[in-house]
């Protein structure tokens, strides 16, 4: 056989075998399936998993239920940049500059006027080109902002219809105190700017806190990138109990975690959109940290009993009424608190001006005391933990993962001895 024909023979071959199949340890594997596989029953037969089968339909619904809620928020920021001339003969000229970058990030429709919650720093600097896309839309729409609270991260727009009586679809808010360490949940939006990604985890902690914020988080399981932030954390029931807000980051090294996604409860959305929307009451502010008590009660199968200071502000009203670091908080205004939950829907209830009565044990003395509560905007020191000036840091806070890298400075390293937590877009 001449050589020149070696090459022609051994592609026709390869075309052979590629058009009947792999050849696998002599064996001839199919690329089409055989003309009965469709009748061969399935590796698993479902009705012998129906809890399973059952669930993989239920998630398939909830997704399909709450998808048209969920949008993508689009932004262009300026961002200031120098540039260097080189003439000959001549030393470099520096210039300022500005350049324009894209960020994506997620919301949730609430209203069916079409107001959509988000983040704070997802628009943060991006105002004058903010777009929003709807589910089922190819092209993007404006929105405005109508208020924010960048203490708690929220931003909250509105979307502008298609007609006078356009209707959107909204979703609900759930009760967060109602979540519970191991409740099955997904987190929906748009990372990588690819809209409509669905991931799917647990709740791994009901209470998380970090030590540049007074918020306590929900910590999931569920995978968070850039652009999910502002995007709705759903229930099975398909509710909001959450809404996506920041990432664990570890050390240089080792620069990001998975499965440890942070979000704001539902009931600090729901407060901070009942402010926002009907601009009728300011935000209060007693200036305590606090935590379920006993400590671990989850572990001995029991449920909390009071609610122990983990810490007090300076130059709060806790701190002038007397309140200390490990006091047990029994009862607000004469009733009963057992829990986290109890303490913020009773502190919630109370307006700016009024006076909380508190039931406090400290050691074996029971202690009752009175303290105002003040409006949070006003009476927060500015250089208290939450609002961090940008150089800000605390590595020396035991307990927590460290400052928060804002949306202006997400590509500030992280603190390579203790855990720190990033914003996404």
Not at 180 to 204: D, K, Q
Request: proline share 9%; hydrophobic share 35%; glycine share 6%.
């Amino acid at each position: 056989m001449p050589p020149s024909a070696r090459p022609w023979i051994s592609a026709a071959a390869v075309l052979a075998a590629a058009t009947a199949g792999y050849a696998w340890r002599g064996r001839s594997i199919p690329l089409n399936p055989p003309p009965d596989a469709a009748s061969s029953p399935p590796r698993i037969d479902l009705n012998r998993i129906p809890v399973a089968s059952a669930l993989n339909d239920e998630l398939a619904s909830v997704v399909q239920a709450v998808l048209p809620g969920v949008v993508s928020i689009h932004v262009e920021r300026s961002i200031p940049v120098t540039e260097r001339t080189l003439r000959p003969g001549q030393p470099p000229v520096s210039e300022s500059a500005e350049s324009r970058e894209p960020g994506v990030g997620s919301g949730a429709i609430v209203t069916p006027e079409g107001h959509i919650i988000t983040n704070w720093h997802v628009i943060e600097g991006g105002l004058d080109s903010l777009k929003v896309t709807l589910h089922g839309e190819e092209s993007p729409r404006s929105a405005t902002l109508i208020d924010k609270d960048d203490q708690l991260d929220f931003a909250l727009l509105k979307v502008t219809p298609a007609s006078p009586n356009e209707v959107f679809s909204p979703l609900r808010l759930a009760d967060s105190d109602k979540v519970r360490a191991g409740h099955m949940v997904l987190a929906l939006g748009s990372p990588f700017n690819l809209s409509e990604t669905v991931t799917h985890g647990i709740i791994s902690k009901r209470d998380r806190r970090l030590s540049d914020t007074y918020t306590t988080y929900l910590q999931t399981t569920c995978t968070i990138n850039p652009g999910n932030s502002g995007g709705p954390l759903v229930s099975l029931s398909g509710d909001i109990i959450g809404m996506v807000t920041r990432k664990l980051m570890g050390p240089d090294d080792d620069a990001s975690a998975e499965g440890y996604g942070l979000a704001i409860p539902s009931n600090d959305l729901a407060d901070a959109l009942d402010r926002l929307l009907h601009k009728s009451r300011p935000r209060t502010y007693l200036g305590l940290t606090v935590d379920d008590w006993p400590e671990n009660y989850y572990q001995h199968g029991a449920e909390p009993e009071a609610v122990i200071v983990r810490g007090v502000a300076r130059l709060s009203p806790a701190e002038s009424a007397g309140l200390r670091k490990d006091d047990i908080i029994e009862a607000l205004d004469n009733l009963r608190v057992t829990s986290t939950g109890e303490y913020r829907r009773a502190v919630r209830n109370h307006p700016v001006g009024s006076t909380i009565t508190m039931t406090v044990r400290r050691g074996t003395e029971i202690i009752k005391t009175s303290l105002p509560v003040a409006d949070f905007d006003k009476a927060l020191p500015k250089d208290s933990p939450a609002n961090p000036s940008p150089s800000s840091a605390s590595p020396s806070a035991p307990s927590a993962a460290t400052n928060a890298i804002s949306s202006a400075s997400k590509n500030s390293s992280a603190s390579t001895s203790i855990p720190s937590t990033q914003p996404h877009l």
